[in-house]
DNA sequence: GTGAAAGCGCTAACAG
DNA sequence: CTGTTAGCGCTTTCAC
């Protein structure tokens, strides 16, 4: 953000002040105050007195000049590393939905999975004094996290981080590849292939899950990554990778759900079916994969649980409830559907 | 949001201010406001040792307090309606680029299409005194907004409204209702049915855009509207309501791309192939839209540029730019795909 | 150039 | 129960 700019701004005609509404009702500002906090032990006349002036006025406290005197904002930032990926929709629906039950108001931002530009968006929510901080897949170096641990709590959801200070909730990535990986092995796939999602958080990990799983099931022989990204395109492309190879995997396991929708397109675009030529599995299990033209088959991540529980883990900090770390680990499952089968009877090479 | 709670919260421990930081450089603290806010006229010699004592001491400023008494923010409040539409994910994507170019904080906020709760988020927004006010595709009622309007700079996007005091980027819906029947009326359909958004921001526009369409395309007799809604299940109840009418429509054009899709799913269902028994049309063309097994023919709504349009208009209220209403009405465009074809020679009735 | 003083709107003591 | 008094951290006059 431009450090500053120029341009004077008019204040809009000020609003009225706890001051104008002490002054309506004939009493004094402390009074107000009181019956705003919903304190006890203000008579009822007074207390509809103050009620009609704040009425009358249309006075709105102030968060501003409380949140200064408080020394805290109930606010919780939230920095999402990517605003377009459904999965986040689920996370922010979570966050969204606990805060307000505890009586917290949520600010959101993102630094569009841009390392730099997160790192000022976390930034901007540290000067503005929020109470705590949910990091949603952020793509920052650990460092950042480190620091930003220092200052106030700070949660980091969906991606591993060696941060101290901070609490995280994410799940199991290694467990959810081996899903991936066991479900198509037992399907009768050996050629598993792995679409990684490049320097996305959990990427490395998946792709960690995806080598461990294929070697534990002897198939170590036939382990192929090729390099993604968490998007539709990084998908694709990785696709059109591993579409060189011969013979051809019969099973791609791509690193997130949108990247997975990507390889389908490539496959298709090839003449390849699925899943009688190529099955693929997805991560996440979004509201994507669940569409009936897509019918992907996919790692659970339960993204509106994730939202919750960062919610309840920053509270907990920020209430000086708890002072250790807690990290949450949450063990995915497999849904599957319609883009996975038990691989072709002949190799198939692309011609 | 619960008014307060009662839990006391230890003040993390309190962070340096320009105080500090004035002792340590050993100047003011007016001299170190003055370096912090790039005011030149400070000594080079001062303005280093100032710079030092911020590095030594991680100094950050408190951006509510120079709010308090700057009386302004610079935080634009942004009311989304539904965070799980990807439409809305171009809109947010929009706002949040120009409004970092302008030099704004972007808060985010969602009432998650729930109108009361929607009001409570504007309320919250206003407490905090943002300096402007964007509603996405709000389902609050217009005095809500027009009060809103009294108090500061507010852009609505994506719906109408009778609202004065406030600005509004829309796009035709009556227009682009009318591209979507003309193009299915183009392609030799007579039997084109609209399942509509329900109570969903812009519905009834496009609805009454469908019933001009298809008026004035002498179509009259054929004009058949559903109930349905934003959402997925909203256009699959739509589209069952849709296949017990004898003869069935050759043709949908459905309110948004999630109910298309939802509606998809239920013409398949029922057995019924797209394009070839029935074509769909929907509208806003998300990414989703643009699935290629999805492959929708939707009614283009560019949500990027109205996010950033809302952003310009509020800016130019907020900086005293403008102070006259200004209403932003852009022409959708239809981006045609694979949903939509010729009707079939024979009609076809559900046995 | 620089520093002292006032005050943004509110809460939190504390004395009446 | 009520009113007075200090600030919260910062910007902004206005003297020096």
Same mark, same amino acid.
């Given at each position: $953000? ?13 609003? +009225?002040? *706890? %001051? ?6 004939? =009493? ?5 105050? $009181? ?6 032990? =203000?008579?009822?006349?007074? &207390?509809? @007195? ?9 006075? &709105? #406290? ?11 904002? &109930? ?18 629906? /979570? *966050? ?35 109470? /705590?901080?949910?990091?949603?897949? +952020?793509?920052?170096?650990?460092? *950042? *996290? ?18 101290? !200070? ?8 290694? @467990? ?6 066991? !479900?198509?092995?037992? %399907? ?25 799983? $294929? ?6 022989? !036939? ?25 051809? +995997? ?21 003449? %390849? ?16 994969? @669940? ?33 250790? #770390?807690?990290?949450?680990? !949450?063990? +995915? ?10 691989? #072709?009877?002949? #190799?198939?090479?692309?011609?």
């Amino acid at each position: $953000m431009p450090r500053r700019s120029n341009v004077k701004t008019q204040p809009s005609q000020s609003e +009225p002040t *706890i %001051l104008d509404v002490a002054r309506k009702a004939r =009493v004094s500002k402390s009074l107000v105050s $009181m019956v705003i906090r919903g304190d006890d032990g =203000v008579s009822p006349k007074n &207390r509809e @007195a103050v009620l009609n002036a704040i009425e009358e006025l249309n006075y &709105r #406290p102030n968060a501003i000049a409380r949140s200064l005197v408080e020394r805290r904002t &109930r606010i919780l930032g939230v920095m999402i590393s990517d605003l377009r990926n459904p999965f986040f929709g689920d996370v922010v629906s /979570g *966050i969204q939905i606990r805060a307000e039950e505890l009586g917290y108001r949520v600010l959101f931002n993102t630094g569009d999975c841009v390392p730099k530009l997160e790192e000022a968006a976390i930034e901007s929510l540290l000067e503005l004094r929020v109470d /705590g901080l949910i990091l949603a897949a +952020p793509r920052v170096d650990d460092p *950042i *996290i480190e620091r930003a641990g220092r200052v106030l709590p700070v949660v980091v959801l969906n991606r591993d981080t060696s941060a101290t !200070h901070s609490d995280s909730v994410t799940n199991d990535n290694i @467990a959810g590849a081996g899903l991936a990986v066991e !479900h198509l092995a037992g %399907l009768g796939h050996t050629r598993i292939a792995h679409i990684d999602g490049g320097g996305g958080a959990g990427a490395s990990v998946r792709r960690e899950g995806y080598l461990r799983a $294929m070697r534990r099931l002897g198939l170590g022989d !036939h382990i192929l990554t090729v390099e993604g990204a968490f998007t539709e395109n990084g998908g694709y492309r990785g696709a059109c990778e591993l579409l060189k190879s011969a013979p051809l +995997p019969t099973a791609i396991f791509a690193a997130n759900d949108i990247s997975a929708i990507g390889a389908l397109r490539a496959l298709e675009e090839a003449g %390849l079916r699925t899943p009688a030529d190529v099955s693929v599995v997805g991560y996440d299990n979004t509201s994507l994969a @669940a569409l009936h033209q897509i019918s992907l088959t996919s790692v659970q991540q339960f993204g509106t649980d994730n939202g919750r529980l960062g919610v309840e883990c920053l509270v907990e900090r920020i209430e000086g409830k708890r002072s250790t #770390p807690r990290h949450e680990v !949450h063990a +995915p499952t497999l849904v599957v559907r319609s883009s996975t089968g038990p691989p #072709p009877n002949e #190799p198939k090479t692309l011609s």
